[in-house]
């Protein structure tokens, strides 16, 4: 691990990686905050949990260059577990959560992710997009106009400044003009401040163990929310890592970035930070900035604690406004819009995908359940895309006493059906020949379609030949079919 | 007695020419085709395009992502390695082709001339098999010669390399006079070994050389060495000098008027490497001649 490379991959790119950093970092700060405030806790929670996990992951992550802290994804997930059990639970679940992820890494699940098509990712990212722009809502309510103009001049700043220049980050001066406004035009009182939202930390994080009975009963109140916290925070993180990998034209290992995480999150869990994960708009924000070593992600949590502890004060008074304006930048920056476009031209299948794990998603609160069934639809429709792959011909020969039946394609439990339609048993011919060299059979339900077939012939009184299996069927057939065996019978077609 | 089967020369053997177009270029292809006359082998001239990603002259420290900001980052870097991709193309393409005239010149026809993307040390692996010898010149491309560096490649594949490797020197002189550092070790048996079998050095004289307290053991593998190669029809000398083996190398190539130094590579942990140095990064950094490497 501690080889010329891994050096490398912290040490190419030092001055740029430093600079990627401080920009990363403000980008954090609203996130962090903001989403410790969906999960219920305290901002310094998701603050902690931000530097631990970009300064282990910069050490331990399997992909150098991108960002990890807390985020939308995970803080969803914890939001009833805070609300019934506590702070406490939190950071026993984050613990566990980053057990589960290290044994993930150790078993090597990190090579699933190939089940995850590039519709599915969409799906993600989108629904990951709509997530966050969805958890600003509240932050509007009951605040009137002010708000709302105060955010509009956020965006503004944000998308406009790097029409002008694009040497000082945006969302920093827009982090700035607002407070300054803010405080200067005394909106404090109406206008919603971070320290409104809890208390911030003004330490660096310390060790302690969450202060949890050690039972049967908190495993079992830990355990379904670490659950899906440990399969969200991994997929977000090697779906992100994808991102990276094809941005910079470099690979990178899925497992140990999986182990990676899970070492994170314990880290996290002992330092009051809660479950974390890669992040998607954040990263990218990084690999613009020209970030692409373990510095970068190193410099991002290092100077997030100094901005936080150092700045305390002043972060206090950053009206939520601005915040607002820079999730509301990392959603729309995360959301893939080229996706909608592409929907009259991609295959219909790839949108149905799409668009079911974005609402699954929506509805649930759940990355989890979105990507399950993605998944399970891609799924479906490859295997029915594969079963149209089967074509079946006959051609009569010699005085119209034997038919040779042609099969191509795929057999297996999808087009077995089709199969057993194919054939015309109605018409009398001495013989059948079924031509299968050009057929796979993948399953039970294919052989025992063609047991099926042959045994319908026979009872016909049709002599029937199957020849041209490949060897991978062959083995198959010889295992489980039975029209080939001695005293062949009616019983085909229990399965 | 056969340690290593690959380096018997048959017709089949392959010398492997690293080259990066540096001023060592035109030497190690001298020395390739001295190598490749001797051993009747054909040559594999190599030019490695290095796949660098680095963050390049994207000057955006915005930190603001807007619509599409994955696709249109993504195509932005796409644009930016392409003009880098083909500036470095067109490079290798000169360079390759400087290479080949070099050996048309010389007559040298059995020659195979390939640009590769990627580090040099894994396309060496991955040639592996059907490699005899590898060149490879002493400084690189990032050459500094006040400071006698080595160029940045070469003791990365002399590490990784399970093949002898021939280090040019600045110019090829003819070899006729050869040195062989001796200590016993595994790596020097595996040199006298490729001699035994090798026509490479065939009519050159050889000396023989240990430098150190005396050692019983030493002395009497290397009686045996010398006995084994005079067998095989080589004039050898067997000496022995005491003294930090860095000075007496250099002095005795001074002195000698050696053409080619013939030693073991990297014998010791990396960690006795880092504390007390190596003698073979200094042996390759401030000797003059040509050296053939064994590990």
């Not at chain 1, 950093?21 to 310094?44: M, Q």
């Not at chain 1, 309510?141 to 001049?153: P, S």
């Not at chain 1, 002008?164 to 607002?178: E, G, H, R």
């Not at chain 1, 304006?325 to 819009?337: L, N």
Request: proline content about 3%; overall charge neutral; glycine content about 8%.
């Amino acid at each position: 691990m501690f080889s010329k490379s891994y050096f490398k991959e912290w040490f190419h790119n030092p001055r740029r990686d430093i600079i990627a950093g401080a920009v990363v970092a403000l980008a954090l700060i609203p996130e962090a905050i903001a989403f410790s405030i969906i999960a219920g806790v305290d901002p310094k929670v998701g603050l902690y949990a931000s530097f631990c996990m970009a300064v282990v992951i910069a050490f331990v992550g399997g992909r150098s260059g991108m960002i990890s802290a807390a985020t939308a994804a995970m803080a969803l997930l914890m939001v009833t577990l805070v609300k019934e059990h506590g702070l406490e639970y939190l950071l026993a679940a984050t613990l566990l959560t980053g057990f589960l992820q290290i044994l993930a890494g150790i078993f090597r699940l990190g090579n699933l992710m190939c089940f995850v098509s590039r519709s599915v990712v969409t799906g993600f990212v989108n629904a990951l997009a709509i997530l966050i722009f969805l958890a600003q809502l509240p932050e509007f309510k009951g605040q009137g106009w002010l708000m709302w103009t105060m955010v509009a001049a956020g965006l503004g700043i944000i998308y406009g400044l790097p029409r002008l220049t694009k040497a000082v980050p945006s969302p920093l001066i827009c982090i700035l003009v607002l407070t300054v406004v803010s405080i200067s035009l005394g909106l404090g009182d109406t206008l919603r401040t971070v320290g409104d939202m809890g208390e911030l930390p003004s330490t660096i994080p310390v060790f302690f163990f969450p202060d949890i009975p050690l039972t049967w009963g908190t495993l079992m109140i830990i355990l379904p929310y670490s659950i899906p916290l440990a399969i969200v925070g991994l997929l977000e993180s090697l779906m992100t890592q994808t991102i990276v990998d094809d941005l910079t034209d470099t690979t990178s290992s899925r497992n140990r970035e999986c182990t990676g995480q899970g070492i994170g999150n314990l880290v996290c869990g002992v330092f009051g930070g809660m479950a974390s994960c890669a992040m998607i708009g954040q990263s990218v924000i990084n690999v613009q900035s020209g970030g692409r070593g373990r510095l970068s992600t190193f410099a991002a949590g290092i100077f997030l604690l100094i901005l936080i502890v150092v700045l305390g004060d002043w972060v206090a008074r950053i009206p939520m406004a601005a915040l607002v304006a820079v999730m509301i930048m990392v959603s729309i920056g995360t959301f893939s819009w080229r996706s909608i476009r592409d929907i009259k031209v991609n295959h219909r299948t790839s949108t149905i995908v799409m668009v079911s794990t974005v609402v699954t998603v929506v509805a649930t609160h759940n990355l989890a359940l979105g990507v399950g069934v993605g998944v399970l639809l891609s799924a479906l429709f490859f295997a029915y895309k594969v079963s149209r792959l089967l074509s079946i011909d006959s051609e009569l020969q010699e005085d119209e006493q034997k038919r040779t039946y042609f099969v191509r394609g795929q057999l297996f439990f999808v087009s077995a059906s089709k199969f057993g339609e194919s054939f015309d048993f109605r018409e009398v011919v001495e013989q059948v020949r079924i031509d299968v060299s050009e057929a796979h059979f993948w399953d039970l339900s294919a052989i025992n379609a063609l047991d099926r077939v042959v045994l319908k012939f026979r009872r016909e009184g049709t002599e029937v030949e199957v020849f041209g299996l490949n060897e991978a069927s062959k083995t198959l057939v010889l295992k489980i079919a039975k029209h080939d065996k001695p005293g062949a019978s009616a019983e085909v077609g229990g399965h | 007695m056969l340690s290593n089967p690959r380096i018997t020369m048959n017709a089949e053997s392959n010398i492997l020419v690293c080259t990066d177009g540096s001023i060592y270029s035109p030497s190690v292809y001298d020395h390739a085709l001295w190598a490749a006359q001797r051993l009747g082998s054909k040559i594999h001239v190599m030019h490695m395009i290095d796949p660098t990603h680095d963050a390049g002259e994207l000057h955006n420290f915005s930190g603001s992502i807007g619509f599409d900001a994955r696709q249109n980052l993504k195509t932005e870097l796409v644009n930016l390695e392409a003009a880098r991709g083909k500036a470095a193309k067109a490079r290798s393409k000169a360079i390759l082709e400087a290479a080949r005239n070099h050996f048309q010149k010389a007559e040298f026809g059995n020659l195979i001339v390939e640009a590769i993307h990627g580090h040099l040390a894994e396309s060496i692996e991955e040639n592996e098999a059907d490699t005899d010898l590898v060149v490879i010149g002493k400084r690189g491309e990032s050459a500094d010669f006040k400071r006698m560096h080595l160029g940045a490649n070469v003791e990365r594949v002399i590490r990784s390399c399970h093949h002898p490797v021939l280090v040019a020197s600045r110019a090829f002189r003819p070899i006729r006079r050869v040195l062989v550092a001796y200590d016993g070790g595994p790596s020097a048996q595996k040199a006298i070994d490729f001699m035994m079998e090798s026509p490479l050095f065939r009519g050159t004289e050889l000396d023989l050389l240990t430098v150190g307290r005396p050692h019983p053991k030493v002395e009497e593998s290397l009686a045996e060495a010398c006995s084994r190669l005079e067998k095989e029809g080589y004039h050898t000398r067997q000496l022995h000098r005491d003294g930090h083996p860095e000075e007496v190398f250099s002095q005795f190539i001074g002195e000698e008027n050696i053409d080619l130094l013939i030693m073991g590579a990297y014998g010791h942990s990396r960690i006795r490497q880092l504390i007390v140095g190596s003698t073979t990064t200094t042996m390759v950094r401030t000797c003059r001649i040509p050296i053939l490497m064994f590990r």
